[in-house]
């Protein structure tokens, strides 16, 4: 299945929850796909509709009827669509090439090496290497549920940024639960925090403390587990899939200039998406 609709239309980030919603259990009904996704996001079985609706007409759902209702089923493999955006970011701003990204990496971390020497105790500046070139997982926020606690403007209380799109969670309120709670006693907190909970992958790791089995939304991305041992891991047995993507980006495309950000570039951009 192709990483895009047969149209060639581009997904939005509103569509892409519902395509998560239908690649984690299928086919379901409008309703099914409104209560999955709905109430974390504010959207209306209206909305829901609305947005199966598009993604019909971009051929990246299939619809069924049943009886008087409808069931919606991806047309789009979660993994290639993923991989699909990967290639077009590198395209984007590497020219197709994965080498030109690694070389912006070195020259970037170069670039923070001198700035750490000139500035010296006046400034910390930190460089993340990216985990999929060190082949090394990294402490989701440094440790779920041991650092971090961030306050969504609809009050839901979250151990990461992007937690919200990890399914099978229930996000405590800051209205109805105390802070002191949340972070002690909350199942959410407590359901990836330590090293008990991990997979028998990481169990007999010696690295499981360093690491706590990776980054739980790329775990998610990856493989559709948020509870599986992060595919950048060698050891993970999803690992092939971060093989395949580097491999993919490595591969010769046609190169596009730079284009430089200005308003007249921007509004043209913009068009295409």
């Not at 051929?59 to 049943?66: C, G, K, L, S, W």
């Not at 399914?167 to 359901?191: M, T």
């Not at 047995?237 to 993507?245: E, F, Q, S």
Request: glycine share 8%; aromatic share 8%; with cysteine.
């Amino acid at each position: 299945m192709s990483a895009e609709s047969d149209t060639g239309e581009r997904i939005t980030e509103a569509e892409h929850a519902v395509m998560e919603a239908l690649w984690a259990k299928s086919p379901l009904t409008a309703n099914e796909v409104a209560d999955a996704v709905g109430p974390a996001r504010g959207w209306s079985l209206a909305t829901v509709k609305t947005l199966l609706s598009r993604l019909v007409t971009k051929r990246a759902v299939a619809t069924e009827p049943q009886g008087k209702r409808f069931l919606y089923s991806p047309q789009i493999g979660r993994g290639d669509y993923l991989g699909g955006e990967s290639r077009r970011l590198v395209e984007r701003l590497f020219g197709g090439s994965a080498a030109g990204l690694f070389a912006q990496l070195a020259e970037a971390e170069a670039v923070t090496e001198r700035w750490k020497a000139r500035l010296g105790k006046k400034m910390r500046i930190l460089f993340v290497t990216p985990d999929y070139q060190t082949k090394k997982p990294k402490k989701c926020m440094n440790g779920w549920g041991e650092v971090f606690l961030s306050v969504t403007p609809d009050g839901l209380a979250l151990p990461c940024h992007t937690a919200r799109m990890l399914p099978g969670l229930e996000f405590p309120d800051v209205r109805d639960h105390s802070i002191d709670w949340i972070w002690h006693e909350s199942p959410l907190f407590n359901r990836f925090r330590g090293t008990a909970w991990l997979p028998s992958t990481c169990q007999s790791c010696e690295d499981k403390d360093k690491d706590h089995g990776g980054c739980r939304c790329q775990a998610f991305m990856l493989t559709g587990d948020p509870g599986a041992t992060d595919p950048v891991c060698p050891k993970s047995p999803d690992h092939a899939l971060i093989d395949a993507a580097l491999a993919d980006a490595e591969k010769p495309r046609l190169t596009r200039p730079l284009v430089f950000r200005d308003p007249k570039n921007s509004s043209q951009l913009g068009r295409a998406f």
